[in-house]
């Protein structure tokens, strides 16, 4: 008797999604809890895995259709397979085969890495789940191939006629087309304005420089900049709560609460984790926070649930050299605070001249709701707490 393969529940913020990967073909066995077939949203990748052993015997949904909450996606013959999981090793007169298998498990970040280094997915030992590559593995044989490799002998690329040109054509990913419909939508439906500030950032830096070390001994995470800003804004959000609200049709929501979305970049595009209840959270806790975020983005790892919501976000553009910006706001948020590049410049210091390490910060905001009276007060509250960081501990 066939069961039935389904795609995953959905949220409600999900309305589809698109199937990316078969991982095994009709007549093809696999193992409980073993990966099947990748569903992507324009949030996360979701993958499906094995209710228990079987054979895939029809695949309903091909890749690249689109599929609902909980749709028949593929059927198999439960059972235990008669021939056992291919083994991640391989022999020379296995070569061909080994590779197909391989290509058939890896993720979209994976594939992505193999087709731009032009891999053979069979010479890479998988050290995840049933020999699943992982972005690691791949990484790993790419540090041993540059090790190994004697610049004599290094293969090289066609030559390419002086003056040729070409062109690539590849389809958008649903996160990719969602960031683009997002961002168009913020910037048409909002009264999108921005205001600036800079804040002198010595005194973070010379705190940060003492207490380092102890603090990564203590905490097990790194000190570094993110958490103070992501601190210094909820308490300014405190004192401006229209900063943290959003708007519903003619309502205006008032949060109780700050949960920070933090721009992380990942394979796949811009994606924005949410920190619940920050105001509760320690710097270390919030270190922590933004660390495990950033691994799952590149890993792609990061759920659902990890990525709705949130009343506000910061989005640091300074980690690619970024000096000054006008971030977008992501909807219905109605504020988006953006860091940027740390850099050296004289400052007028009580008459005098100084070379201080100053950093631009950026607030976009939905003049619908907030006013510029609110926008500025809010900015130079932040830059007050950074430049003062006992304030912080302080509540002042």
Do not use: C
């Not at 933004?290 to 890993?299: N, P, S």
């Amino acid at each position: 008797m066939a069961n039935e393969i389904k795609a995953p529940t959905f949220p409600e913020s999900v309305a589809d999604g698109t199937v990316a990967t078969w991982h095994k073909k009709p007549g093809e066995s696999f193992a409980r809890d073993e990966l099947i077939v990748d569903i992507e949203t324009d949030k996360v990748v979701i993958e499906v895995v094995a209710p228990e052993d079987g054979t895939l015997s029809k695949i309903i949904k091909d890749e690249g259709e689109t599929v609902l909450s909980d749709e028949l996606i593929g059927q198999f013959e439960a059972g235990a397979s008669a021939a056992p999981v291919a083994s991640n090793k391989s022999t020379p007169a296995e070569t061909a085969s080994t590779s197909e298998a391989s290509d058939q498990v890896l993720s979209p970040a994976v594939r992505k890495m193999v087709n731009e280094y032009e891999i053979d997915p069979s010479l890479i030992v998988g050290t995840g789940k049933n020999g699943r590559i992982l972005k690691e593995d791949v990484q790993a044989y790419l540090e041993n191939r540059t090790q190994q490799a004697k610049p004599a002998a290094a293969p090289q690329p066609a030559p390419v006629e002086h003056g040729e040109r070409y062109e690539r054509r590849e389809p958008m990913t649903r996160l990719r087309a969602k960031i683009a419909d997002r961002l168009v939508e913020a910037q048409q439906n909002m009264a999108m304005l921005s205001t600036f500030n800079e804040v002198n950032m010595a005194p973070v830096m010379a705190l940060r420089k003492k207490y380092k070390d102890e603090f990564e001994k203590r905490h097990d995470t790194r000190l570094g900049f993110m958490s103070f800003f992501v601190r210094a804004a909820v308490e300014a959000l405190k004192r401006f709560p229209e900063v943290n609200a959003s708007i519903d049709g003619s309502d205006i929501i008032y949060h109780s609460y700050q949960d920070v979305g933090v721009a992380v970049s990942s394979p796949r595009g811009l994606v924005v984790p949410v920190l619940r209840n920050v105001d509760d959270m320690s710097l270390a806790d919030i270190e922590s926070g933004i660390r495990d975020y950033g691994l799952k983005a590149r890993d792609g790892k990061l759920s659902i649930d990890e990525m709705t919501g949130g009343t506000f976000t910061v989005s640091n553009g300074g980690v690619f050299g970024s000096l000054l910006s006008t971030p977008i706001v992501n909807p219905p948020q109605t504020a988006i605070l953006g860091m940027h590049k740390i850099q050296e410049r004289p400052m007028a210091v009580n008459g005098e001249v100084k070379i201080l390490p100053m950093m631009y910060l950026a607030l976009s905001y939905d003049h619908r709701l907030i006013d510029g009276k609110e926008a500025v007060g809010f900015l130079v509250t932040i830059k007050d707490l950074l430049e003062e960081p006992e304030r912080l501990l302080l509540g002042l």
